[in-house]
């Protein structure tokens, strides 16, 4: 065979070769997942923001003894108010009693000697040192009385103010010592309301844009008070990022508010001030295995989503406050986020 039958041979059979299972050769194109996505909601104006709250006292104090002693006398009945300066808990006075006199009798004899030795030193007789040592035991012999009289008043515990005896601590027998607390006294003459609010509402909300506050006591009462801005904490929790704020209220009359019953606070902002806020539907939210919170978001250009941490604040009418993570005019799955992987090649769902 010359040069040229051997050239065709090859050419035939390569080209018998192409002619196999071509399915080697043909690419599989991706198929994108038909999802729903929803545009990062923003809006502006009048924002209103709720918050789980914890009802307190204005203030709570452990009352206790200054001085040890035996106990005499114990009134304090628990879950009851006692007015300011009404005796709540005495000590055996005999000992503080007996204390004053003796501290007494040496103050009259420090006086004595005092006197006595004044008398010589005019006579040119004395010293001038054994002035100053009686003058010295004299009035140590005062701050003595004084100490014991002191001890005698301590030894008495009264309501240093219109108080609720949230809880009695001792009993009506034995030795007390100082220090130890025999009562919890709360004063409720204002009732306050303790919640956490988000870094990002903090920074971004002043005082002077909340036009109103509320809280919303359930249960028995049923009802909702204005409320008045307290104390906000300035470092915020390691763990939430937020920060402790307190409003408070007068106590309403004829109504007993006990500490510790959860309320709602309502703060309405200022519609002319309030910044623009971001927002989500609350189905568009994934929980991380830290407890973090997740949403997927969309690349229009590759039309792929990944996942983005987020922080998020109150939540109403299906919607949820994004405080952080997201900027307006993104987008996110909406449904079945449970069921995304990142990086997935997606397209909207468009209603026929």
Not at 158 to 187: C, H
Not at 209 to 225: E, K, N, P, W
Not at 296 to 308: A, C, F, G, P, Y
Not at 317 to 327: A, R
Request: glycine share 8%.
């Amino acid at each position: 065979m010359g040069n040229k039958g051997f050239l065709v041979a090859l050419i035939a059979m390569v080209a018998l070769a192409g002619c196999g299972d071509s399915s080697d050769l043909n690419v599989v194109e991706e198929q994108a997942t038909v999802v729903q996505l929803t545009e990062v909601k923003t809006t502006a104006g009048e924002n209103t923001f709720s918050f789980p709250a914890k009802v307190m006292a204005k203030t709570t104090v452990d009352l206790s003894f200054r001085v040890g002693g035996r106990l005499d006398a114990v009134k304090l009945p628990e879950g009851q108010f006692v007015k300011k300066g009404s005796l709540l808990a005495k000590l055996d006075p005999k000992p503080f009693e007996r204390a004053v006199r003796m501290a007494e009798v040496r103050l009259k004899q420090a006086k004595l000697e005092l006197e006595r030795v004044q008398t010589i030193a005019t006579k040119g007789i004395g010293s001038e040192q054994s002035v100053d040592n009686a003058q010295v035991n004299y009035d140590l012999a005062e701050i003595d009385l004084e100490n014991a009289r002191a001890n005698l008043s301590y030894s008495t515990l009264r309501a240093p103010f219109n108080a609720l005896v949230s809880k009695r601590l001792i009993e009506n027998k034995g030795f007390i010592k100082a220090g130890t607390a025999i009562a919890r006294l709360q004063d409720l003459s204002s009732i306050h309301f303790k919640f956490d609010v988000p870094e990002r509402v903090i920074s971004n909300y002043r005082r002077d844009q909340v036009s109103l506050a509320t809280a919303y006591i359930d249960g028995a009462i049923d009802q909702t008070f204005n409320i008045q801005y307290v104390e906000h904490s300035t470092e915020p929790n390691p763990i939430s990022q937020t920060y402790e704020v307190i409003y408070a209220m007068k106590a309403p009359k004829g109504l007993d508010i006990t500490p510790g019953i959860r309320a709602t606070v309502t703060i309405s902002g200022d519609a002319n001030s309030m910044p623009v806020v971001l927002g989500v539907p609350v189905n568009a939210i994934m929980t991380g295995n830290d407890d973090s919170l997740f949403v997927w978001v969309l690349n229009d250009e590759t039309m792929r989503i990944s996942k983005k941490q987020v922080m998020v604040g109150p939540m109403a009418y299906g919607w949820v406050v994004v405080l952080s993570g997201l900027e307006p005019g993104q987008k996110v799955i909406s449904a079945g986020v449970s069921q995304m992987t990142e990086g997935l090649l997606v397209r909207p769902f468009v209603k026929q």
